[in-house]
């Protein structure tokens, strides 16, 4: 996940290099945008990636008293989506308070293993899905505008709530685990504001990671053994959002 997100962040400024070279437009649009109305709303469409940070349990022991460990990884990350309203409150000329309802959804998968007598084996993956209300409130630093562009910072926080943890466990799917109903989430990511004739489209990134462990103490018949593989399971998302205000 880190990795990705340095790969695209190289990406993403390296072409805002390549635009601010390019020659400006004389005429700006919405050139009142910092003396104008100081709430401003619109709407946000994205995609994301979401996956685990995982710290495994120590070794256990069956019946017997036999010793073995089960460890979980996150595999096959899979693209979900993310829909939020937005609303912007300009504090100063460079600083915004933002505030993003919204919905997002999306799955991770975790593969099972089992580590005995010196062999690992694989045991099984749970997709795991996650449906959340969004609740993202954030400070968006702006740089200083340059002609019609203008790029910023985003810090943020961001309470989640699980819908999908509210659900049955669905062991016919061979699904044993429950995530926590709700989250706090750290959030940092950066972004360019393009003033249009019409409206401000803006495309940002974004990564946003869970304060609390994310697995929950419930878990279906059969699934302690893999409950209690798992001491810790941070959730993280990658976000690549565009803004249409």
């Known amino acids: 996940m880190k990795r990705i997100l340095f790969i695209i962040s190289t990406l993403f400024f390296a072409g805002f290099t390549v635009t601010a070279q390019v020659r400006r437009p004389v005429l700006l649009n ?8 100081p709430l401003r709303f619109g709407f946000s469409l994205g995609i994301n990636s979401m996956d685990f940070d995982i710290k495994n349990s120590v070794t256990l022991e069956d019946a017997s008293g036999e010793q ?4 979980a990884e996150a595999t096959h990350l899979v693209p979900g989506f993310t829909v939020n309203a937005i609303s912007d409150l300009r504090l100063t000329e460079n600083l915004h308070l933002r505030f993003l309802p919204g919905y997002v ?3 991770r998968n975790l593969d099972f293993y089992i580590s005995k007598d010196n062999k690992t084996e694989y045991e099984s993956t749970m997709k795991i899905e996650s449906n959340f209300i969004d609740l993202p409130l954030g400070l968006k630093y702006l740089s200083q505008r340059v002609s019609n562009v ?20 669905k062991t016919e799917k061979g699904i044993y685990l429950r995530l926590q109903k709700f989250n706090v989430y750290y959030e940092v990511g950066f972004g360019i504001d393009f003033f249009l004739t019409y409206f401000k489209f803006s495309t940002e990134i974004k990564f946003s990671s869970g304060m609390g462990s994310a697995i929950s103490k419930d878990f279906a018949e059969d699934g302690k053994q893999y409950r209690d593989a798992i001491d810790v399971l941070r959730s993280n998302m990658l976000i690549i959002s565009f803004h249409f205000e």
Do not use: E, M, N, T
């Open 150 to 169: 203008r790029p910023y910072l985003y810090f943020g926080v961001d309470p989640r709530i699980d819908l999908a943890a509210y659900k049955r466990i």
């Open 105 to 107: 959804f999306g799955q």
């Open 30 to 37: 919405d050139s009142d945008y910092d003396v104008g109305k």
């Open 68 to 71: 073995f460990q089960y460890f």
